[in-house]
Nanobody
Framework: QVQLVESGGGLVQTGGSLSLSCAASGRTFSTYAMGWFRQAPGKEREFVACLTWDGGKVYYRDSVKGRFTISRDNAKNTVYLQMNSLRPEDTAVYYC????????????????WGQGTQVTVSS
């Protein structure tokens, strides 16, 4: 069992930055692939970024490449999402997910989810 708690969301102007954190409970965190997803009102949950259990491989959706950075610290049971050059279209609730097998772009392949944190980018 893994419990996830996101934090770090907020309101920021276009071009600004935010740093999201996802703290995990459970001794097996370091064995899970982790991902960040987001969901805007009226839209489906979409992939943002993910990485392997050791952070050795990372993947991003095209629209965030060069602006967002995913990382993890297994000693702290935490995964991060650094978001720079934010745009209004990045506005959404951001969720982190844990996958027992491998990083995936599909939300239905994740086993555990946090409650989400709101990110709002004003124009």
């Amino acid at each position: 069992q893994v419990q996830l708690v996101e934090s770090g969301g907020g309101l920021v102007q276009t071009g600004g930055s935010l740093s999201l954190s996802c703290a995990a409970s459970g001794r097996t965190f370091s064995t899970y692939a982790m991902g960040w997803f987001r969901q805007a009102p009226g839209k489906e949950r979409e992939f943002v970024a993910c990485l392997t259990w050791d952070g050795g491989k990372v993947y991003y959706r095209d629209s965030v490449k060069g602006r967002f950075t995913i990382s993890r610290d297994n000693a702290k049971n935490t995964v991060y999402l650094q978001m720079n050059s934010l745009r209004p279209e990045d506005t959404a609730v951001y969720y982190c997910g844990a996958n027992r097998f491998a990083p995936s772009l599909k939300p239905n392949e994740y086993d555990y989810w946090g409650q989400g944190t709101q990110v709002t980018v004003s124009s």
